[in-house]
């Protein structure tokens, strides 16, 4: 792939996850399928719910990561800036887009760099299976070390890949690669999908290679299968374009994947995949989750109405999350992993036959 595809790539997801409707067309996330018990009786007083986490060593104000999304352009360095100083003033963390451009641009290096606006939060790193397994440990270990990222992500996108004009069909290697970097690289390793979910029998597969941190990306939010199709048809490509369409609702349900990561034993689960409220978060969290992340939502409001955009619809999350939390008598995010709840329907089916 040419440097000059992959600053078009980075544009195109940007406008099209920014204005385009890209999202998953019947699979859902499945958090509806997770009902909280209300408790008319929380002995709790609001101003004193504490949300408060701790992530890779730091403190977190509320347990919720803006997720990756972008970088590679002036604009994605823009964005990037923009969402990295409202997640220090929040107190979340911060995630940044794939790494890839880094090693392909040097111009492109800026755009992930924010730091400058963010020098206390958690940030995270962000690499490509694929390009980490042709790298050096050295080499992924200093594209974390250039961002100060107090982790890094290691995304895993088959399906999206597939579809995408150009993109990786050599998938091998990857288990030993994800081993390799949890062993030899000084920061914690964070496995994430792309939109797609990651399974019980994955989740155990990583077990064993001593992953301590996912991130589960689940479907029913942003389809990035739905992105590239949408690309692939922009040019006109009919075969990645029907290959698409067929795959476009694939992958694991965000809620379902949490419950299956759940049991198994890692130290952080990070939801990620169609949160878009302070109530999806509290439904994750309630099933094991350490984290949610939230990002289109928060692209879309940063594209319509700015930073204050942004800022609303982030303080908009955390005020629904507190409320929940007050809700089921829930006095900090331990609290709520243990309050009652009921699954339901499909989501009750997927933890039942898949452990």
């Not at 403190?59 to 990561?65: D, I, K, M, T």
């Not at 995408?164 to 690669?177: A, H, I, N, V, Y």
């Not at 390793?189 to 064993?208: D, M």
Request: charged share 20%; with cysteine.
């Amino acid at each position: 792939m040419t440097t000059e595809n992959i600053g078009q790539r980075k544009a195109d997801h940007i406008d099209l996850c920014a204005k385009e409707d890209v999202g998953f067309r019947a699979t859902r996330t499945l958090f509806e399928d997770v009902r909280l018990v209300h408790n008319a009786l929380p002995d709790l007083d609001e101003a004193r719910i504490d949300t408060s986490t701790n992530l890779f060593g730091k403190r977190l104000r509320a347990p919720l990561v803006i997720a990756a999304m972008t970088g590679g352009t002036d604009e994605a360095g823009r964005i990037n800036q923009q969402l990295a100083r409202l997640a220090e003033e929040r107190g979340v963390a911060f995630g940044l887009g794939s790494q890839r451009a880094m090693t392909k641009r040097p111009s492109a290096r800026e755009s992930y760099r924010v730091r400058d606006v963010a020098p206390t939060t958690v940030i995270l790193g962000n690499l490509g299976l694929v390009q980490a397994r042709d790298m050096s440990t050295d080499e992924v270990g200093s594209l974390a070390h250039e961002v100060g990222a107090d982790a890094i992500c290691i995304h895993l996108n088959p399906a999206m890949e597939l579809v995408q004009p150009g993109g990786d069909r050599d998938f091998s290697r990857g288990l030993e690669t994800i081993a390799r970097l949890v062993r030899d690289l000084p920061l914690p390793v964070v496995v994430k999908e792309t939109g797609c979910g990651l399974s019980a029998e994955v989740g155990r597969r990583l077990i064993g290679a001593n992953v301590s941190h996912v991130d589960v990306s689940g479907a029913g939010g942003t389809s990035w299968v739905g992105v590239e199709t949408k690309r692939a048809s922009a040019r006109g490509d009919e075969a990645a374009s029907a290959l698409g369409e067929a795959l476009w609702d694939w992958g694991i349900p965000t809620a379902a994947s949490v419950a299956m990561m759940a049991p198994l034993g890692f130290q952080t689960i990070i939801a990620t995949g169609g949160v878009a409220s302070g109530v999806d978060a509290a439904k994750a969290l309630s099933l094991g989750a350490t984290c949610a992340g939230v990002a289109r939502p928060l692209l879309k409001a940063l594209v319509a109405s700015g930073p204050s955009g942004a800022a609303a619809a982030l303080d908009a999350v955390i005020r629904e999350l507190r409320a929940v939390m007050l809700l089921t008598g829930s006095g900090d995010p331990s609290a709520l992993r243990k309050a009652p709840r009921m699954v339901l329907g499909e989501l009750a089916r997927w933890t039942q036959q898949n452990g």
